[in-house]
């Protein structure tokens, strides 16, 4: 009975030292990124901040009864200014409503953050939850915090939009994957109008996942295969890529109606319709930006407009290459010398990369198990890397805020690989030491501790992050 009682009562010590140090962590969090907005972040004309904010006055006052009704422009999308238009007063000057801006959002990456490591811990140990979750408050997350932008929350989304299609790979009773999908689709939509970048990404997705199904019946009518799958779950899983798209058209309807009824054109963007096709911001910026793009269709000869087949039959491959080169130099180079993210995602890398050398057998397994997942995430990884390398001569700022989409996908893959069987079990020797996969945990853990002491206020305070 008392040791029983003592193992309850240190159990009780455990749980409550976590959550001190959580509350201790949050705190910090919370000062830093607050410190930060108000040291570095002083001008909302930086990273299109100014843009948001007007976006919340529009809605707000759209909301309020003016007449007529005035339309976002098709740069921004409408959920973060809808956001921010809660919490908006007229009374406000903009200097104080920069100020309430910034605020917000900082509130908004303490609950994003919170609910992230809710979803990591049910598919994580303890450990690498808890590792996931700082090295993503602390390798980017309080980078951002302070700024009146939508990349938080548009990361946050992307990443539940991304958990939820690779679920339904897996998933295998009827209703629950019907259920899944309608979910799935709702996330794209308001992923989609939080920033617009998911058609690809859906495109991707539905590619993979009607594949994967066609290629199982295939499969089956060769073996002469009945089970073990009922007829009623396979026709739940054929129709839940249409219940994804259809979802994800419903939630996007008003804004695809409104922009084909000013623009002419269902999913247009001014970023993606456009300015991708011009080789800079310079080009873009007197090309369809002076003519008119943000208040209806560019007053331009069809000729003059850019597109794919315009910039296919103006480049050749040397300049499409290069031009793709020195988006991929980019990308290293900011990653190198703005945030305190890189070194944790080579270390993750690292780790995987041993782990498949030393059990390759289990790792062509696991892909021949989950073959469609497994392509899913192959061409997510090529369609992600390619798209953000190609539009960074457009952005004017770097590859950062449009890689940061990806880091958390690739980041929770990864640790969902290193901590299941077989691999959570592998071992290796150095210098006549034995470790294991816990032994890499704790050295992250530890390496997180040290640059959260040490590194990271530095680092944050001579770091613009708005960009």
């Known amino acids: 009975m008392r040791f029983t009682s003592s193992r309850k009562t240190g159990r009780r010590w455990a749980v409550a030292a976590r959550i001190a140090l959580l509350l201790a962590l949050a705190s910090f969090y919370a000062i830093a990124a607050n410190t930060h907005a108000t040291r570095v972040n002083t001008s909302k004309a930086r990273g299109d901040q100014s843009g948001y904010l007007y976006d919340a006055e529009v809605l707000y006052h759209n909301w309020h009864g003016a007449t007529p009704p005035k339309l976002v422009d098709r740069n921004r999308m409408p959920v973060y200014g809808g956001f921010l238009a809660l919490f908006y007063d007229p009374a406000m000057s903009d200097p104080e409503f920069f100020v309430l801006g910034r605020r917000l959002n900082i509130a908004l990456s303490l609950g994003l953050l919170a609910a992230l490591a809710f979803v990591f811990a049910r598919f994580l140990p303890p450990i690498a939850w808890m590792n996931l979750t700082l090295f993503l408050a602390f390798g980017y997350f309080v980078f951002k915090a302070g700024y009146v932008q939508s990349e938080l929350l548009f990361y946050s989304l992307f990443f539940l939009a991304f958990l939820t299609c690779c679920s339904l790979f897996t998933r295998r009773r009827a209703l629950p994957t019907l259920g899944l999908a309608a979910l799935c689709g709702a996330l794209l939509g308001v992923t989609h109008l939080t920033k617009a970048a998911m058609p690809p990404f859906a495109a991707v997705f539905l590619l993979a996942y009607f594949g994967n199904e066609a290629a199982g019946l295939i499969a089956r009518r060769r073996r002469k295969e009945t089970g073990p799958l009922s007829t009623t779950e396979r026709l739940a899983r054929a129709g839940a890529g249409l219940v994804v798209l259809v979802s994800f058209l419903a939630v996007l309807a008003p804004y695809l109606s409104n922009s084909h009824r000013v623009f002419g054109h269902y999913f247009y963007n001014v970023n993606s319709t456009f300015y991708v096709w011009y080789d800079d911001w310079p080009h873009a910026s007197v090309g369809t930006y002076s003519h008119g ?100 001569p457009i952005s004017g700022t770097g590859t950062t805020r449009f890689l940061l989409a990806h880091v958390l996908p690739a980041s929770f893959v990864l640790f969902r690989f290193f901590t299941r069987p077989p691999f959570a079990e592998a071992t290796g020797t150095i210098a006549g030491v034995t470790v294991t996969t816990g032994h890499f945990h704790l050295l992250v853990s530890v390496v997180l501790g040290l640059d959260i002491l040490f590194t990271v206020w530095p680092r944050l305070m001579t770091t613009y992050g708005g960009f």
């Open 293 to 392: 793009d943000h208040v209806g269709w560019p007053q331009m000869p069809a000729s003059e407009l850019p597109g794919p087949a315009r910039y296919w039959r103006d480049h050749s491959l040397a300049q499409i290459a290069s031009r793709l080169g020195a988006g991929f130099e980019d990308m290293i180079v900011r990653s190198y010398h703005t945030f305190w993210y890189l070194k944790y995602v080579c270390l993750f890398f690292a780790l995987t990369a041993l782990l498949i050398a030393r059990r390759p057998r289990a790792f062509a397994d696991l892909v021949r198990r989950n073959a469609g997942l497994f392509a899913f995430l192959v061409l997510y990884a090529i369609m992600g890397l390619f798209t953000t390398a190609f539009y960074s």
